[in-house]
């Protein structure tokens, strides 16, 4: 016979307690000059990934050479997105969820659904004039959005928009 | 019959617990034994008795799905898999020569010569991944060495040495012996006094003069000693000019601005350290595996659109992405596998926790390039085999195959390799864009070689496949703390798996363990139901 054992210690490891996490108002306000990646906030076992390098270059400072640079990856280079009914990138372009400009400030600043918040990853002033560039290229907002649209957006913390199909 | 008088072997021993306490006694006892304290795995499930004519319809074949797949079938279930797209295995994906690449706004021709391929997602397995190790072997996939660290592959810093790559050896020995020399300096002026006590100072700064390779002023100099360590000027030979001569070590500035220090931490994690393996032929050859297995029961070019469930049973609603044709599936469970990108777009009768657990796992990006070059000249010219080099570059690094050493005719070399911002980069662009841009970067590492005998290149950016989306799931420690639990709980008769659904992000193992976990407490559910 066997003694019965205590099941497993059901306490997280401690590293997780240690790891940085990308809280969404410390990130913003710390303004970060340095691009990292998102990915290095994932707390516990490091992923399959490439270490040092690729995720530390430089991102332009300029409205349509960010887009070109990050955005384009998904959203594509005439910002219609793509993909399957049911596994669609969305469209930016002629979206009318842009016509309120604190929508794209929340989405980019904390990520929805597949996509990745950029905070961290873009500076305030990159993510103010990629925003006003596809207000304005691509939709007929021309207003500008700045960094003080940022930091109040950030500062009312609101949550992220419930919608499956916001893009579309 | 066993001999009674015999002590119990440790297997005998661990089984015995493990038939009495399950899976979590067992892995305790196994912890306690120091035997399994680098791995969950304890085991294949073994499952059995599943009630007769019970089915579990299965979403997704990449690993998890068809882990699932192969151990409930065994159990007794009769399975049935639903997947998006016209191949199996998911992120576990070889291209070779032959092969389309079909990204959202882009497809690719491969032209890779025979033998030839890119491993476009996973490419490493560690040794304490137990997990795909087992599998491998019950299926019999070959391993062989994957050879992660070289220390004769560089590194290249845009702001190191004016923009010339170094090799890893060096700079990792002048990272040691400046270090150690200021550590030294510190002991010697009393600086630590207070932290050290007097015996730890005499013996570290031995230590620091052993390890570090200072000359008997406690400085870091040119010696013969250290060519040993960093390499020569001239290298030991035979005859009148056998002599070695030392080189100069770098300066400590330049040191520090190459970033080496961010390998040597890159190397020292747990997933990065060796024994590294890989499948011979390719990373897929871990899906066709688990496929060969579960192939009959696997409906292709099958996009599910919308996922329910009721006390009776299960229901997945489809489209054929060939014929257009709709149809339902139904099935007394459901093990969905589904990439959270693309499930949280699915209509999916889940609990208000769930789905928002589903809404709040963003995606990773990354992007892979390989490049057919029409010689190995990192090995016949830079005598470099395997490894990797990394530069601070949009591609991040450049990999050497592993496989073929020595051999004539043409390799394909890991051109990039991002995550991040340099990810998006190279996502963003066409995919000839992708290779122009990859040979331009690469060329800092083999400025020679790298254009003159490049033959074709295929990339493969995860964003823009359209069954996923992304690359992995991007977790942070707050998600974690409001949806893992979530989202990894069994409700009704749906219990997710894969990848997401781990503490392994972005590893195989993950999915595995994952799926292990999930259709150990079906059955337990399906059982007692
Ligand atoms: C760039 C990169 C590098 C990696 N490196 C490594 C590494 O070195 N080592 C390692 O071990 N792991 C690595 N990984 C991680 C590894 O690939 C994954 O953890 C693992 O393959 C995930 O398996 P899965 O079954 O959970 O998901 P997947 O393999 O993604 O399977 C999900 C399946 O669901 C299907 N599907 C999606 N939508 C639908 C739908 N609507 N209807 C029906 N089916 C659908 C998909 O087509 C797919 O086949 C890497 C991953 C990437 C992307």
Redesign the pocket.
């Known amino acids: 016979m066997t003694p019965a054992l205590p099941p497993p210690d059901p306490v997280e490891p401690k590293e997780y307690a240690m790891t940085r996490k990308p809280h969404f108002a410390a990130l913003a306000l710390a303004g970060m000059a340095l691009v990292t990646c998102a990915t290095q906030a994932t707390p516990g076992f490091a992923?399959?990934?490439p270490g040092p390098g690729g995720s530390t270059v430089e991102v332009s400072n300029q409205g349509q050479e960010v887009y070109e640079q990050i955005c384009q990856a998904c959203h594509m280079a005439d910002a219609k997105g793509g993909g399957e009914p049911?596994?669609m990138i969305p469209a930016l372009a002629g979206n009318k969820n842009l016509a309120d400009k604190d929508y794209p400030i929340i989405v980019v600043m904390k990520g929805r659904g597949g996509m990745p918040w950029f905070n961290g990853v873009l500076t305030k002033e990159q993510i103010a004039a990629v925003i006003t560039y596809v207000r304005g290229h691509f939709n007929a907002y021309p207003d500008p959005v700045t960094v003080a649209d940022i930091d109040r957006v950030v500062a009312a913390d609101p949550p992220v928009p419930e919608c499956n199909t916001c893009g579309h | 019959m066993s001999d009674v008088f015999t002590p119990p072997t440790r297997r005998a021993l661990l089984t015995m617990i493990g038939k009495a306490g399950g899976a979590a006694a067992l892995y305790q006892a196994m912890t306690v034994l120091a035997h399994a304290a680098d791995s969950q795995f304890t085991g294949p499930p073994r499952l059995s008795g599943a009630r007769p004519g019970s089915t579990v319809l299965v979403?997704?074949?990449?690993?998890?799905?068809?882990?699932a797949a192969y151990e409930l079938t065994k159990a007794g279930y009769k399975v049935q898999i639903?997947?998006?797209?016209g191949?199996?295995?998911?992120?576990?994906?070889t291209v070779r020569g032959g092969d389309t690449i079909t990204e959202i706004g882009s497809k690719q021709q491969v032209t890779f010569a025979q033998g030839n391929y890119l491993?476009?997602?996973?490419?490493?397995?560690?040794y304490h991944?137990r997990t795909?190790l087992h599998y491998c072997k019950e299926l019999g996939v070959q391993l062989e060495p994957f050879l992660q660290i070289n220390h004769n592959a560089l590194i290249h810093n845009r702001k190191a040495f004016g923009g010339k790559p170094q090799p890893y050896r060096e700079l990792m020995v002048d990272w040691k012996g400046h270090v150690s020399e200021l550590l030294g300096k510190s002991l010697n002026a009393g600086a630590l006094d207070t932290a050290v006590t007097a015996e730890d100072k005499t013996r570290l700064l031995e230590a620091m003069r052993e390890w570090g390779v200072l000359d008997k002023n406690m400085q870091y100099t040119k010696s013969f000693k250290l060519g040993e360590q960093r390499g020569w000027e001239r290298v030991p030979g035979g005859g009148v000019n056998g002599a070695p001569i030392p080189n100069d070590p770098f300066s400590l500035t330049e040191t520090i601005n190459s970033g080496v220090w961010q390998t040597l931490g890159f190397f020292a994690e747990h997933v990065m350290q060796t024994t590294m393996f890989q499948p011979k032929g390719g990373?897929d050859h871990i899906?066709k595996a688990f496929q060969a297995r579960v192939a009959k029961m696997i409906r292709f070019n099958?996009?599910?659109?919308k996922i329910a469930q009721d006390d009776k049973g299960v229901t997945?609603a489809?489209t054929d992405t060939k014929t257009g044709a709709t149809g339902e599936t139904h099935a007394d469970w459901m093990v969905c596998?589904?990439?959270a990108p693309?499930?949280n777009q699915?209509d999916f009768q889940a609990s208000a926790q769930k789905k928002a657990a589903i809404r709040a796992l963003p995606y990773g990006n990354?992007?892979?390039i390989g490049l057919e070059m029409k010689r190995r000249f990192w090995e016949t010219d830079h005598a470099i085999y395997g490894g990797i080099s990394f530069t601070d570059q949009a591609i991040s690094l450049i990999s050497y195959p592993s496989a073929g050493c020595f051999t004539d005719g043409p390799a394909v070399l890991l051109g990039a390799?991002p995550f991040g911002a340099g990810a998006y980069m190279l996502a963003g662009m066409t995919p000839e864009k992708r290779i122009q841009a990859a040979l331009d970067q690469g060329s800092v590492f083999h400025p020679a070689e790298y254009k003159a005998e490049f033959l074709s290149g295929a990339s493969?950016a995860?964003n823009r496949m359209p069954?996923?989306l992304?690359?992995?799931a991007n977790w942070t420690e707050e998600s974690r703390a409001a949806h893992y639990q979530n989202l990894v709980a069994m409700e009704g008769r749906i219990v997710l798996?894969?990848?997401?659904?781990?503490y392994?992000?972005?590893?195989?193992?993950?999915?595995?363990l994952?799926?292990i976990d999930a259709i150990t407490r079906l059955h337990q559910r399906a059982m007692a139901a």
């Open positions: 992923q399959d990934r049911g596994a | 979403l997704g074949a990449g690993l998890a799905g068809m882990l639903l997947e998006f797209q191949r199996a295995g998911g992120r576990n994906y491993n476009p997602g996973p490419w490493r397995i560690p991944h795909v990373m899906g099958t996009r599910v659109t997945a489809w596998t589904i990439p693309v499930l699915i990354s992007v892979k390799y493969v995860w069954w996923i992304g690359c992995c798996a894969g990848e997401h659904c781990s392994y992000g972005c590893w195989q193992e993950g999915a595995l994952s799926s």
